[in-house]
């Protein structure tokens, strides 16, 4: 239910309070209705998919999965809409997904965040346009900024050597690159962070609001801030123009089920809809566009209580790991606070420096000891992501675990230093030329200083492109790589040891 209040004045100028509530359809979710209906009269297939209503999946898959879930695995036909031209169950479920978070239009994304991060910049910008950005973005921003051809102006991340994170573009960062760079056409932010570090988002876009620029919101991991009060400010609540999310991540929508949020008076929504259209598939998964419309559903109605119930046992936890395990740590939200930044609490970073062993290496002893998988690890920290189907019993089983851990492997003292050489290097051409030129050749890495870069090289950690197409390859930047490469695999090299790198010649 949503409440509006409305006054009228009384005799003797007594205002009166009128509370009128308004029915939510909040409780719908037309696509899993339609798709549910349709299972039910057990129609014959004559369409896509092969496997007709799951009778020729593999038998021990479907012993294990059941039959039914297939029949939810239909082609396009009038019935169950179309998502590229939606007019009836999926057009009233991104109508519903608008409502929920407060935005004028909603496009479900069935191939990822990603493919919404190519999305927002192939509408934002044209060929030729300068975006502001933080180095960390996510590798699909970087595929963005080659489709789209904008010329990429990139914020150096600040590095916190005590906590070993990496933090998003702060307010005067971003300030700082408009009053220098102040033909940009957009603002590219990533918030939350993997750690869930939030930045001054409503104060981010209200500045560039007033300058005119446009702001898009890379928000994978914050689809759920919206549904609970004690988490940060959510992008869509501060403004953003364009903002994706995972739907998936913490929520409960199946991989690949992610959003697009539009909310612009700067952009036409038809602009977007049509660069969605384009990088889509044409054959969604049904299933997966049911489980958006139901993750909708499940954390507008219980949102707020199911997330206090996950805060209190991620709080439980990082108190536990605090008090109770010497060798690590996990920063809390006031810490974060002191920083400049917000924390979404429901993400936990445990540092393992004074462990001597590797967050890897630890990683990979929870996965093959005690069947715990995390969703990410780097040389310094483990995380875990706490979601809708996370339940206390897991927080005490993974604490009591790391306690172990603790006690049972002793590792050897490392001295790692988390840092990255100074990327604010000379971009001579725009990625897009150089990702498409046959101008390309291999040099050694040596001799590197002084070209420009034609490929991308991001060692993890910290999990930053060193190196971009159409960057000039500094004196720094090559001792770097050379170091790193001498100790650990480099994404993005193309043989055993990186030895040579990519230039474009002249």
């Not at 998964?285 to 909708?296: G, K, P, Q, T, V």
């Not at 010497?326 to 006031?334: A, D, E, G, L, V």
């Not at 920083?339 to 993400?347: E, M, P, Q, R």
């Not at 992501?385 to 993974?398: M, P, R």
Request: hydrophobic share 40%; proline share 4%.
């Amino acid at each position: 239910m949503e409440e509006a209040r409305s006054s009228i004045l009384l005799p003797g100028n007594k205002v009166k309070v009128i509370i009128i509530m308004i029915v939510s359809n909040q409780h719908k979710a037309p696509i899993f209705d339609v798709l549910l209906s349709h299972a039910k009269r057990n129609v014959i297939s004559l369409h896509c998919p092969g496997h007709k209503n799951g009778r020729s999946i593999d038998r021990k898959l479907k012993e294990y999965t059941n039959e039914e879930v297939y029949k939810f695995d239909v082609t396009v036909f009038d019935e169950v809409d179309s998502l590229h031209d939606p007019v009836s169950s999926i057009k009233k479920s991104q109508e519903l997904m608008a409502q929920a978070y407060g935005v004028k239009n909603s496009i479900f994304l069935v191939n990822g965040t990603s493919i919404g991060n190519m999305a927002m910049l192939l509408s934002a910008c044209d060929s030729g346009d300068s975006v502001i950005l933080s180095r960390n973005s996510h590798k699909s921003v970087i595929a963005g900024i080659i489709l789209s051809g904008v010329w990429p102006i990139w914020i150096q991340p600040k590095i916190d050597q005590d906590l070993d994170l990496i933090f998003n573009s702060t307010y005067e960062q971003i300030k700082d690159s408009l009053d220098k760079y102040p033909e940009t056409k957009a603002v590219f932010i990533t918030s939350p962070t993997y750690n869930g570090i939030v930045t001054d988002l409503k104060k981010i876009i209200d500045l560039c609001h007033k300058r005119g620029k446009i702001v898009m919101v890379d928000e994978a991991h914050g689809g759920h801030l919206i549904f609970n009060k004690k988490l940060p400010i959510s992008a869509t609540s501060a403004g953003a123009d364009l903002c994706v999310q995972s739907t998936h991540k913490v929520l409960s929508a199946l991989s690949q089920g992610s959003v697009l949020h539009f909310n612009s008076n700067l952009l036409d929504f038809n602009k977007v809809k049509k660069i969605v259209s384009m990088l889509q598939t044409t054959s969604p998964n049904y299933l997966i566009l049911a489980s958006i419309d139901l993750a909708r559903r499940q954390a507008f109605l219980y949102g707020e209580k199911k997330f206090n119930n996950i805060i209190n046992i991620a709080e439980y936890a990082r108190d536990y790991i605090n008090k109770h395990i010497k060798q690590m740590q996990c920063f809390t939200r006031n810490t974060i606070k002191k920083l400049g930044f917000d924390l979404d609490v429901t993400k936990l970073t445990i540092n393992v420096t004074k462990m001597g062993l590797s967050g890897y290496e630890i990683e990979n002893i929870l996965s093959n000891k005690y069947n715990i998988q995390l969703d990410y690890a780097d040389m310094f920290n483990l995380i875990a992501i706490l979601g809708e189907g996370t339940i206390k019993k897991d927080l005490e089983i993974f604490v009591r675990t790391l306690k172990d851990i603790s006690k049972k492997y002793p590792g050897l003292q490392k001295n790692w230093t988390l840092k990255i050489p100074s990327l604010a290097t000379e971009m001579v051409m725009k990625p897009r030329e150089v990702f498409l030129s046959d101008k390309i050749k291999k040099i050694s890495l040596k001799k590197a200083v002084g070209h420009v870069a034609a490929q991308v090289l991001t060692p993890y950690p910290p999990g930053i492109p060193i190196i971009i197409p159409g960057e000039r390859i500094t004196k720094e930047i090559c001792e770097y790589l050379l170091e790193i490469a001498s100790k650990k695999r480099v994404s993005g090299q193309e043989s055993d040891m990186l030895s040579t790198i990519k230039i474009f010649a002249k």
